[in-house]
């Protein structure tokens, strides 16, 4: 046995840091050692044998990652699916061996109560009934705030973040939580998902204030995108840039353009090279698609020209999805954005019952073991020690079940979206009182951008309309608006099956002044849309009856512009057949699912 093996050994042993064990079979006596067990009796032969081959295997469980590291890519599918069946199956043994264990250890734990009250304070001993658990087909919800511990070294390395499977507190870890984070990080990520982690959130705000909190140090320039959650501006603007918290200095970007971010980001570097030569660092936030326009911006090209600088690039991309675009599946690595967020409670979850965060970035600037420094970072200013360890906004159990679950069916819920955004912002577009603000059609200003960012050109399913152009009182639009509950829903968040619709000025984005929503884009007449999944036509047949109850009895004949019956119904066929062949054109041919050889 060579020292890289007993190295690898040593890690099953209760005295890892500390053992002065010249081979895996002092290793196994030392533990029976170290738990008062004499090796001479029937049961220490028993457990001494059993120890000794945990141990062997363990280092045979580190042979087989080690010859899949170097084989997997030039495996042949065949191989590949014998390879992933042959290890399900070895987890199964050891988890039947595991699972063996408990009866002799129930028995012996219940032969230590000799009084029913204790018994009934400590409670039933966790381990019993949680092992049968690794054969659920779904995750597991694991409602714990603390972990059983397996002894002192093994959770002091825990708590030197050296010991993932040794959890410590279900406000850091909790297995539910983890399980989410690593199926987020394969949906963005893809082929790279081994070079990224995510930390999952109560909320996305919570998520976003995290992130934040990581990147930013007191005086910082930071490049934001005009347009961003209301919730986001607040943040920013009552928090971090107030001089007595962390004097951020705030520079808006009106632009969508990598070309327009190029002679923005140049102004600011002039503006505050005093302040950029002493210390200071700028970086960029940006949200796309973004709310409320969901204009689209060119993040590849931003990202590129902002770390030709150095700047970190934070991107908000809770509207895409990573069905419609995922960004940090760029081969060229300069074009990723370094972080980016997503509020899981928006349609990755989709049933608008739960609230979620979460913030994906490369591994090494989201966690460390205390000690370590990757790529020049040292542990302390990874995002678990300098803020997820601290601050506590965890994400529980459940709520990570309710997200997982709600993925399943994210992309046929995205398709359904997609194919009622064209018909409903064409539809009103074709009447001349509404001017919709949607990327999704095709002469829009962000129509380019749309096309070139977003998977298929498909749009995002928000976007906003206003009816300035109508010259309606404020009392007949006042009603007009309210008349669209039921059909539309009246509520605030966005990202559930059913429709949902508000007024910006006034909810969403009404903690900017009248200056910056003017600069935004919001009029008090402007109604942000988020498209659900429901049949289009009964929404465009509540909105049509809507105007001719509470807008045609003040402008005659205001409904008559609105798009024929036969011209909608039209409309439906030819875009639903659209969206349709594009997803059946975009899965791969049998043939090449077939391949026997990797591509």
């Keep these: 046995m060579n020292t890289t093996q007993l190295e690898q050994a040593k890690i099953l042993s209760p005295k890892r840091n500390s053992t002065r064990a010249p081979d895996m079979e002092s290793l196994a006596k030392e533990q029976l050692q170290h738990f008062g067990i004499d090796i001479h009796s029937d049961y220490g032969d028993a457990l001494y044998h059993a120890a000794l081959h945990l141990y062997q295997t363990h280092v045979d469980v580190h042979q087989l990652w080690a010859i899949t590291n170097e084989t997997l890519a030039s495996l042949d599918k065949q191989d590949r699916i014998a390879y992933f069946n042959a290890k399900k199956f070895l987890s199964f043994q050891l988890a039947k061996i595991l699972d063996t264990l408990q009866n002799p250890f129930r028995a012996t734990h219940q032969s230590l109560h000799k009084q029913s009250g204790s018994h009934l304070v400590k409670g039933h001993y966790p381990l019993f009934d949680n092992v049968t658990a690794l054969f659920s087909a779904n995750p597991v919800i694991v409602k714990t705030a603390t972990y059983v511990y397996a002894c002192t070294e093994w959770i002091d390395d825990a708590f030197q973040g050296k010991e993932f499977t040794h959890q410590i507190y279900s406000r850091l870890l909790n297995p539910t939580s983890i399980s989410l984070a690593n199926a987020i990080v394969d949906l963005e990520a893809g082929q790279y998902a081994a070079d990224y982690m995510a930390w999952n959130f109560n909320s996305g705000m919570a998520a976003i204030d995290g992130l934040l909190s990581n990147v930013l140090s007191h005086g910082d320039v930071l490049i934001v995108s005009r347009n961003v959650y209301g919730g986001v501006f607040q943040l920013l603007q009552d928090y971090f840039a107030r001089p007595d918290k962390m004097a951020i200095q705030l520079e808006w970007f009106d632009g969508y353009s990598a070309n327009e971010f190029a002679v923005f980001q140049a102004e600011v570097q002039q503006r505050h090279q005093d302040k950029l030569s002493n210390g200071a660092y700028c970086h960029v936030y940006i949200e796309s698609p973004c709310n409320p326009h969901g204009y689209v911006l060119d993040v590849a090209g931003i990202s590129k020209i902002a770390h030709q600088q150095g700047y970190l690039v934070m991107l908000d991309a809770t509207l895409a999805t990573p069905i419609l675009q995922q960004s940090l599946q760029r081969d060229d690595k300069t074009e990723r954005p370094d972080y980016v967020v997503h509020s899981y409670t928006k349609d990755i979850c989709g049933s608008g019952a739960t609230t979620a965060g979460v913030v994906i970035g490369e591994a090494y600037r989201m966690f460390q073991a205390k000690g370590d420094e990757v790529n020049g970072l040292n542990w302390s200013k ?152 429901e049949n289009v036509k009964e929404l465009i047949a509540h909105l049509i009856n809507s105007a001719r109850m509470h807008i045609d009895p003040v402008r005659p004949g205001f409904s008559d512009g609105f798009m024929p019956a036969k011209e909608i119904d039209e409309l439906y066929r030819q875009i639903s057949l659209q969206v349709y062949q594009q997803h059946l054109d975009s899965t791969a041919k049998m043939e090449d699912v077939l391949e026997s050889h990797s591509v």
Aim: proline residues 3%; aromatic residues 10%; charged residues 20%.
């Design 382 to 533: 990874t995002m678990f020690w300098d803020v997820y360890y601290i601050k506590g906004a965890f994400l529980d159990s459940e709520k990570a079940f309710d997200v997982l679950t709600g993925m399943k069916t994210l992309e046929q819920r995205v398709i359904s979206k997609v194919i009622n955004t064209r018909i409903f912002s064409r539809f009103l577009a074709a009447h001349p009182d509404f001017r919709v603000n949607c990327h999704g059609l095709a002469e829009h200003k962000n129509a380019a951008l749309r096309e070139s960012q977003l998977r298929h050109g498909w749009p995002c399913a928000l976007f906003t309309v206003d009816m300035e152009n109508a010259g309606l009182d404020r009392d007949t639009f006042v009603r007009f608006f309210d008349a669209l509950e039921p059909g539309f829903s009246h509520q605030v968040s966005i990202g559930q099956n059913n429709t949902i619709i508000l007024c910006p000025a006034l909810t969403s984005h009404s903690e900017l002044d009248s200056n910056a929503q003017q600069a935004a884009g919001i009029h008090l007449t402007t109604m942000r849309i988020a498209m659900g999944t």
